[in-house]
């Protein structure tokens, strides 16, 4: 499903992977800069389609950008003229939809019997939201045993046993995924039915089928079964990659972004073919079904800082539901949740 960053030379004369450097963050490298906060290389952003902007004017003067229309029965839906299957909803959630996504990403999705990327070493990290937020760290009791203590605690019990300890805050920072639903085996790359797993919340599960309805085949439902839940921090990337382990691609994955905007590429069937560049904010929703799923997509940049970040609002609405702590994590952070029907 995702591909290594280490690419060959050849790689990186595809179209594709031009596009993934063109956006990519880059830091200026004069040493005039070395002893202060270091700032990005300016990218040329003026081929990146804002369907923001795109709505805003569509609804005030019915026109629409070379290659771009809507869809048949919904006009705030948009699609791309040479990528059929593929479908964005902006501003989809609204801001009340987007902090409840956002807690439930940080609080329930990974809690076990989910599975994370830390599981690989730590085995089930349980309360990790919490721990960060009450200043724990995570300690190895024995070889495949680890336990939160609390600060004081954690640092008397390394001292007495040289056992080793990271700390919750930076377990939570490093957090790049959370399985929700049938539980995806990355070693195996595949949907395991006999691993224990926690069922997509019912109403994500409804909200997942109503904006999935426009591309699902006339008279089915979609039946939400399997979701990936991604976190990315500042200089992350998702490389170009397709979602090819569902059974049927001509249902819809929902994917729904949180958080800090992001650039994100679609391109054809061929890493050769150029992409598409468009700006994925907090509270779009984008479909890819049928013919778009067997295009690569990946997101080579995410905005964290204030002025592109585009998340004020949000911050603000994180902040007034007594947030604050979720509030300073997705101001630096973007979480994106993909839904899926498995069979």
Not at 13 to 31: C, N
Not at 44 to 67: H, R, W
Request: proline share 5%.
């Amino acid at each position: 499903m995702y591909e290594s960053a280490n690419v060959s030379d050849d790689a990186d004369r595809t179209a594709f992977r031009r596009a993934e450097k063109q956006y990519k963050l880059y830091y200026e490298q004069d040493s005039k800069f070395s002893r202060k906060k270091k700032l990005p290389k300016p990218v040329d952003l003026s081929s990146v389609l804002d369907f923001n902007s795109i709505s805003q004017d569509f609804n005030q003067t019915g026109v629409l950008p070379d290659g771009i229309r809507v869809a048949e029965s919904d006009s705030q839906v948009f699609c791309i003229d040479n990528r059929p299957g593929f479908y964005f909803i902006p501003n989809a959630l609204s801001l009340e939809e987007q902090c409840k996504w956002i807690k439930e990403s940080l609080t329930s999705f990974p809690q076990p019997p989910n599975r994370t990327n830390h599981n690989a070493i730590y085995g089930p990290v349980a309360d990790l939201f919490g721990s960060a937020k009450a200043n724990k760290v995570l300690v190895q009791e024995d070889t495949n045993r680890w336990k939160f203590y609390d600060g004081e605690d954690a640092i008397a019990k390394v001292k007495q046993t040289g056992c080793k300890s990271v700390s919750a805050s930076v377990l939570l920072r490093k957090l790049r995924w959370s399985t929700l639903g049938l539980q995806f085996d990355w070693s195996k790359r595949n949907y395991d039915v006999s691993l224990p797993h926690n069922n997509i919340p019912d109403a994500l599960c409804q909200l997942a089928k109503t904006h999935a309805a426009i591309a699902m085949p006339a008279g089915e439902e979609f039946r939400p079964e399997g979701a990936i839940v991604n976190y990315f921090g500042l200089g992350d990337t998702l490389g170009g990659h397709l979602d090819d382990m569902e059974a049927d691609w001509s249902k819809p994955i929902v994917s729904m972004s949180l958080g800090c905007k992001a650039i994100f590429l679609l391109g054809g069937k061929s890493k050769e073919d150029p992409p598409h560049a468009m700006y994925l904010r907090s509270g779009d929703v984008v479909l890819m079904a049928g013919e778009a799923r067997e295009c690569f997509h990946g997101v080579p940049r995410i905005f964290i800082d204030e002025e592109n970040a585009d998340i004020g609002a949000l911050e603000s609405e994180l902040s007034h539901e007594g947030g604050q702590f979720f509030a300073e994590y997705i101001k630096t952070s973007r979480i994106n949740i993909n839904i899926r029907q498995v069979f």
